[in-house]
Structure formats: C-alpha cells, structure tokens
C-alpha cells in the first residue's frame, strides 16, 4: 500500500509485518521514532504475539535479544551511535554465538563532541564485529532491506544490521510502498531456529573455546559470510520477483555501462550523486555510479567487475578511519588490487557530523579526478583557513585547551570578519 509516511514509522511497520516475538527498545536519537513506531503497534493489537520489552539500556537491548534468540523467539532491536558501542560486547556475542538478530542502526556520528547528525561513523566502528551490514539508500528499501535481513538472517543463523541514514532517512516523510501481511508472509516463513535452549535437550551456548578450536571458529563464521555473498542476491532476486522491485542485492550500478569515472558511495547521498552524475552527463562527461548494499560481508567480485573498465573511480563515504583514510576507500582498494590494470582510486571523505554534501561540492571533486588528481584522503568542503587557525594557535602554547571549542572561535571569528567585510 502506498503512504505518505515518515521514514521511521514505515520501517516500524515493515519489521511488525515479519512478525517479531520479541522486540527490546531503548531510545536514542534518530532511532527512537522506529521503537516508539513498534511498541505502539503492539499495545494497539495490531502486532500479535509479541512481547514488547523496555529496557534500561542500550546494552541491556542487544542483551535481551540475544537471551530471547537463544530460547527460540525472533528478536529485533535498535539503536545508533553511542547507544551501539555502549552495547559492542553484546555485539560481538550476539555474532559470536550465530544468532539471528536483526537490528536496525539509525547512522549518527560519534562523540566527543557531542553530535547527533548523520555520518556513518558508528557503522565503521562495528564493521569487524561479524555482523552483516546492509545499507539502505532510500526509505523504501529500508523497508525492503528489514524483510530481506530476517530471511537472511534466520537462513544462515547470522545476525543483520540494517543501516539507515538518521534524520535523513528516519524523520524524512516521502511515499513508501508498505508491502501486504499476506506478501510477507509469504517470502519470509516462521522462524525455526537452528540452535535453541530447550530444557528438555540441554546445551550449552556460549562455552569457554581455547587456541585449539578458537581459529576453527572464527574461520567459520567467516565462511557464514562469504555464503551470504549468495543468499543476498538469490533473496534479493526473489524479493523483486514477489514485490515487484529491485531492493537489496549487494551492488547496483548507475549509468555505468560506459563510464571512465565512477563513483562508489552507499547509502542516501546516493541520490545527491545520481542528480550530479545527471548533470555531469548532460555536459558530456562520462561518469557513473555504484551503490554499495552490502558492506560486510564485502562484494570484492561483484565490485571489481562492476569498475573494471573504469580509469578512475571516486569513494565517497561519510567515515574516517583516523590516521589512515577512508575505510570504505581501504576496502574498495583491497577488491581492485588484483585487476591487470586497475583504476586509479580517489577517496574523499564528506558529510561528517552531517555537514551537507552538495552537488556542487561533488561536481569540483569529480572533475578534480580527472584533471586533479590526489593522494591520501581529501575532506570535501574543508575549513582550511579555520583548521590552518587551529594548528597555528596549538604550535604557540602547550596549554591548548579543547579542540572542538576553539575551533567553533574561530568559525565565530570568521564570521565576524565577514561581516566588517574584511574576508
């Protein structure tokens, strides 16, 4: 059915369609609307045979639901941000013990300081947890992605991350096409656990593994992954064939067919890049566009053959690795280094803290690819006359103070300046 719909509302309703038996909630921004969403379908009736659980705790959350995996229920949690590394014990537990969670990542920046806009900064910080990761670039296949994840989830006793930009996505309202109970059901069957605490066949979850079976372990659930590189095409296939469109998969590629630039990003700014790509062509230039759905596990095939007739390709991507770059960068350099003549590869790191990423700004760092072009990391839209401010100030005095402070001074400053028009 088609609504015109917040984004958060119409993924809480798309996740009550897979009918969850246990849902564990803990607020934190931009992810509360989609718990807030759920709880309300449940004490209206509408979601049955659930069991609603407030906790005290993000940790406490991802907690619950690995308890109410391990008993047999379909669980589903939330969060974004600090709420995902006050609970990164329990992640790792919860892929550590092959549960199939679902859980939905509101992206947000991580402090200090303080941020609540988007960026995919959370999401890094748990790309090593064993987690799949799915990202969504639009509302609609937010929804669809939700559906996806519990099939895939449950098939391989996995558990799923469905990422979603905050704010941009959570609290945009558009039209999203909200699938029928009936449709549902029938792509995603009722979950039959792989393994369960059941007290008349006891067993143990979760038991002490030393150096003789630990590397085993890690191993297979390695290999969990690189199945999914499969299942989330074939389910992704049949997800179209049943709904009637092309949601999930693990890339999608935007007029690339004869490119000799092109883009790889994921999630929402996509949209922006397409618009520009649109421009760009228009003028003639031969650029293009692949969509990254799935980040772990990570389509090195499906991505090098997508770029390899490509002569430069641009990451753009809402992260940074610290002291090294790009980490969505790092990994797409991995998938192309064994190509005879591969691309030259640009990484550019823009809208951290959800600082705007705008056409115009992709427009200069596009061409700058190919007339341009750079080493390392370059951070679109940088404050270089503040930035160049800060490191003059730290070289002239040992007691500096906080960063983040001095820096919102001197923007302060600038903006002075500008008005007495001597900038």
Same mark, same amino acid.
């Given at each position: 059915?088609?609504?015109?719909?917040?984004?958060?509302?119409? *993924?809480?309703?798309?996740?009550?369609?897979?009918?969850?038996?246990?849902?564990?909630?803990?607020?934190?921004?931009?992810?509360?609307?989609? @718990?807030?969403?759920?709880?309300?379908?449940?004490?209206?009736?509408?979601?049955?045979?659930?069991?609603?659980?407030? +906790?005290?705790? =993000?940790?406490?959350?991802?907690?619950?639901?690995?308890?109410?995996?391990?008993?047999?229920?379909?669980?589903?949690?939330?969060?974004?941000?600090?709420?995902?590394?006050?609970? *990164?014990?329990?992640?790792?537990?919860?892929?550590?013990?092959?549960?199939?969670?679902?859980?939905?990542?509101?992206?947000?920046?991580?402090?200090?300081?303080?941020?609540?806009?988007?960026?995919?900064?959370?999401? *890094?910080?748990?790309?090593?947890?064993?987690?799949?990761?799915?990202?969504?670039?639009?509302?609609?296949?937010?929804? #669809?992605?939700?559906?996806?994840?519990?099939?895939?989830?449950?098939?391989? $006793?996995?558990?799923?991350? %469905?990422?979603?930009?905050?704010?941009?996505?959570?609290?945009?309202?558009?039209?999203?096409? @909200?699938?029928?109970?009936?449709? @549902?059901?029938?792509?995603?069957?009722?979950?039959?656990?792989?393994?369960?605490? #059941?007290?008349?066949?006891?067993?143990?979850?979760?038991?002490?593994?030393?150096?003789?079976?630990?590397?085993?372990?890690?191993?297979?659930?390695?290999?969990?992954?690189?199945?999914?590189?499969?299942?989330?095409?074939?389910?992704?296939? =049949?997800?179209?064939?049943?709904?009637?469109?092309?949601?999930?998969?693990?890339?999608?590629?935007?007029?690339?067919?004869?490119?000799?630039?092109?883009?790889?990003? *994921?999630?929402?700014?996509?949209?922006?890049?397409?618009?520009?790509?649109?421009?760009?062509?228009?003028?003639?230039?031969?650029?293009?566009?692949?969509?990254?759905? $799935?980040?772990?596990?990570?389509?090195?095939?499906?991505?090098?053959?997508?770029?390899?007739?490509?002569?430069?390709?641009? @990451? +753009?991507?809402?992260?940074?690795?610290?002291?090294?770059?790009?980490?969505?960068?790092?990994?797409?350099?991995?998938?192309?280094?064994?190509?005879?003549?591969?691309?030259?590869?640009?990484?550019?790191?823009?809208?951290?803290?959800?600082?705007?990423?705008?056409?115009?700004?992709?427009?200069?760092?596009?061409?700058?690819?190919?007339?341009?072009?750079?080493?390392?990391?370059?951070?679109?839209?940088?404050?270089?006359? %503040?930035?160049?401010?800060?490191?003059?100030?730290?070289?002239?005095?040992?007691?500096?103070?906080?960063?983040?402070?001095?820096?919102?001074?001197?923007?302060?400053?600038?903006?002075?300046?500008?008005?007495?028009?001597?900038?």
């Amino acid at each position: 059915m088609l609504k015109q719909i917040e984004g958060s509302k119409a *993924m809480a309703e798309g996740i009550a369609l897979c009918r969850p038996q246990v849902i564990c909630a803990y607020p934190i921004t931009p992810q509360t609307h989609i @718990v807030e969403g759920l709880g309300a379908l449940v004490r209206d009736g509408h979601l049955k045979g659930c069991e609603f659980i407030n +906790v005290e705790s =993000e940790f406490a959350a991802l907690s619950v639901a690995i308890g109410a995996s391990a008993a047999g229920a379909r669980a589903y949690t939330a969060t974004a941000s600090q709420g995902l590394l006050f609970m *990164m014990e329990a992640v790792y537990n919860a892929s550590g013990l092959g549960l199939p969670i679902v859980m939905t990542l509101g992206n947000r920046a991580i402090g200090a300081p303080i941020n609540i806009c988007n960026d995919h900064s959370d999401a *890094m910080a748990a790309r090593d947890s064993g987690w799949l990761q799915l990202f969504a670039e639009t509302n609609q296949e937010a929804v #669809d992605l939700h559906i996806q994840a519990f099939r895939i989830a449950e098939e391989l $006793s996995i558990p799923v991350m %469905v990422n979603v930009d905050g704010f941009i996505l959570t609290h945009a309202v558009e039209r999203v096409d @909200v699938p029928t109970q009936a449709d @549902v059901d029938a792509y995603l069957p009722p979950y039959e656990p792989v393994q369960v605490l #059941d007290p008349d066949d006891p067993t143990s979850i979760g038991a002490m593994v030393g150096p003789e079976a630990f590397t085993e372990v890690k191993y297979l659930a390695h290999y969990k992954q690189t199945q999914a590189l499969r299942l989330i095409t074939k389910h992704a296939g =049949e997800f179209r064939a049943r709904f009637g469109r092309d949601s999930g998969g693990l890339i999608r590629t935007y007029r690339t067919q004869d490119a000799e630039t092109i883009v790889v990003a *994921m999630g929402s700014v996509c949209g922006t890049i397409k618009d520009t790509i649109d421009e760009m062509r228009d003028d003639g230039f031969p650029i293009g566009l692949v969509t990254l759905v $799935s980040y772990r596990p990570f389509p090195s095939a499906a991505l090098r053959n997508a770029l390899a007739g490509a002569s430069n390709v641009v @990451v +753009v991507e809402k992260s940074i690795a610290v002291g090294m770059g790009g980490p969505l960068a790092i990994d797409v350099d991995e998938a192309l280094r064994n190509l005879p003549h591969a691309p030259r590869l640009h990484s550019a790191v823009a809208g951290l803290g959800g600082r705007p990423i705008l056409k115009a700004s992709l427009h200069r760092l596009f061409r700058d690819a190919v007339v341009q072009p750079w080493e390392g990391t370059q951070f679109v839209d940088l404050n270089v006359r %503040v930035v160049g401010r800060e490191i003059h100030r730290t070289a002239k005095t040992r007691r500096t103070g906080p960063t983040a402070e001095a820096l919102l001074r001197h923007l302060a400053a600038e903006k002075r300046e500008a008005a007495k028009g001597e900038v």
